[in-house]
């Protein structure tokens, strides 16, 4: 699964770099939001994506590598000084997957190429989309059988 050994996966990006705290211990790829805590040192803080409602309308921000010596894999400390990028539609990253279930047993974290996916409150990661939420942000581009711990998947930005 996933598409190399990054998030951004785009040659030439166009969207926006931003750089800020990290509030938790995420992992590159999680989708996160901004918080109401006030700048420090003329930075935000930025939790995992967690309005209350899978979903909900907010700008689709994605949580990078850390240029320290991290990885893809390499999970961030709160209040670790973070690199987020806020892609663009078109635009491929690696985004990371929750394993709803626990194991692969029909538990719906399973996607095929084209699968439009919305985004988990509270974690910040994608899911397959039930109901009619307000946004699906990525457009899976390869199959994944279901999972059976948080992963990488590859995808496309599908709105701005």
């Known amino acids: 699964m996933a598409s190399g050994n990054a998030i951004l996966v785009t040659g030439e990006p166009k969207g926006v770099y931003l750089d800020g705290i990290v509030s ?3 992992k590159p790829g999680t989708c996160v939001e901004l918080t109401s805590t006030a700048a420090v040192g003329g930075r935000f ?8 409602t899978d979903g909900e309308q907010r700008p689709v921000i994605v949580l990078l590598e850390n240029l320290e010596g991290g990885t893809a894999s ?3 400390v709160s209040g670790d000084r973070g690199r987020f990028y806020c892609p663009l539609p078109g635009e491929e990253v690696n985004v990371l997957a929750k394993n709803i279930g626990g194991t692969a047993t029909g538990s719906g974290d399973s996607f095929a190429i084209a699968d439009l996916l919305t985004l988990d409150t509270g974690t910040g990661k994608v899911i397959a989309t039930t109901g009619t939420p307000e946004m699906e942000p990525f457009q899976c581009l390869e199959t994944v059988a279901e999972i059976t711990a948080d992963a990488l998947v ?3 930005c599908a709105r701005n």
Do not use: D, R
């Open 24 to 26: 938790g211990a995420l």
């Open 45 to 52: 803080t930025y939790q995992a994506y967690q309005p209350g």
């Open 74 to 76: 390499t999970a961030y």
């Open 154 to 156: 590859h995808c496309m």
